[in-house]
């Protein structure tokens, strides 16, 4: 399987994409934004394809588009959070533009077969070149880090933002730096698993984390394990049948992960409230 | 590009070009369906939106694409596709939400993991079925040119059963999405209302998405919904308010984009978000 270039390529750039997304993703359960990463994840598919439309190199309008849209959305709300009803509204709007893009797209001949609009919106992990996978390692690794050193304020702000603040920790502040780190993540990640699909890549594996793992830091690491493992995991599927396209194999991984996580805590759950009983 | 040809055929003579829509029988079926769907979409958006269910709905609405798509796959008529993902959604849905304080960052894990699964499986079966790539946008973004007879008349009894349903269920409904603690106390059945409601969104979003994809029937439930309750707080006036801004953005939008090379969906979800924005900008000058 490592005998082929794109598939060592595939596999580097999925290792650190698959951590970054866990590593966001955990955060971003925690705070209860699924949803906007969701808005951030379709908004990806729009600056791609107006990218695309206006001749630019894609990836220039996947990071300015959910960066963009991440600033916008942390300056709508006072604490860097915007209700779901107007993100619902905006993204909507959003994805009507991306409609239009892809229409100017399809008929400027570049992409007249429509290829290039179905890689935004579903991936094209396998065709990464030497460039991309080193770009998305640097993204990745940049994104983790900045993650990592505003985590402890972060974790605090999430959990209490009225005490955060009132011990001088800039919760707004922290709260629209994360939503661009978010963006920035799935823009990367929208090149491996696609606008659609980032989505599962980011919750799952954070949800089945938070279910199994009460320690932040335990829970935060095997969030990135997880999210890891599922990309592998797809990856080897995919190789071994290939009809099966690697991003399906991905995010059903991912999906089948957090369905045994909550499997395994409600049965915890369970077991406890039995002892407590017969105690 | 935008070009000066966006818009080929336009006289400027606005009642030539309306009468001028109703020339073909794929536009007629098209404003019949569009009527249908907005119908409905303006009170179940407007529901969704009080029972602050937007990322359900959204989930809901994806979840229509993996549906048509695997009904093609296996042969089937898309319509059962359409509406068998949608009942599948729902209840998974529904599993999801135990409707107690504190899982809300749970249940929206959940509900997205769902979500991206759901797309997931479209692909497959989209990769499976080699009928791909037009497709594939047919299904997400919507197309209005292939609609039938049937299909429209289809939908507008889909609509018309819809409507029937929510009126018998409205005064409870509200109730318990308004104050659910005091709903239960007072014997309203919220757990079974809770999973109609999800039921009867899937049948609107299966209904809608058939018109603007599965990515853009959003525009049409939560967008005027929302501008309907930036206007007013009361019931009956915001359900009416948001089923008019619903029905005025489809015709309209159908109507530009059968003059126009680009799509009937980018003009519904920006004459959607115009109207929005408007009731934003006026609450604020009302408010200062």
New interface residues.
Partial sequence: MFAHEFMRNAFVAGTFTGAACGLVGWFL????Q??A??ALS?VAFTGALAAA??GIDVRIGLFVATIVVALGMGGLGERAKAD??????????I??????F???FS??GAGA???A??HV??GSILGLSATDTWIAVGVSLAAMGALLAIGRPLIFASLDPAVAAAQGVRVGLLGLTFLVILGATAAEATQAV?A?????????P??AA??LARNPYRSLALAAALAVAGVWGGLAFAYAVP???P??A???L??LV?LAA?GMDAGFRGERIRRAREA | MLTSAAFEGLSWNLWADIVGLFDFPFMVHALVAGTAVALVAGPVGWLMVLRRQTFAGHTLSVISFPGAAGAALIGLPLGIGYFGAFAAGALALSGVSRGDSGTESRESAATGTIQALALALGLLFVSLYHGLLNGVSGLLFGTFLGITSTQAAVLALIAFAALALLTVAWRPLVFASIDTEVARARGVPVRALSLGFLLLLGLTVAATSQITGALLVFALLVTPAAAAQQLTARPMLGVALATGIALAVTWIGLGLAYYSIYPAGFFITSLAFLVYVSTRVRSVVVRA
Avoid: K, N, Q
């Fill in positions: 359960v925690l705070r209860a699924v949803f990463g969701d379709h439309a206006f779901d009803v107007t993100i619902g509204t905006v993204f909507a709007w994805l009507g533009l991306g409609a239009l892809m229409a100017i008929r400027s077969d429509g290829a609009a179905i919106l579903f696609g659609l699909l980032l989505l599962g890549l980011v919750a799952a954070a949800a938070h279910r009809r099966v396209p991003s399906t991905i995010i059903v991912a999906s957090y909550a």
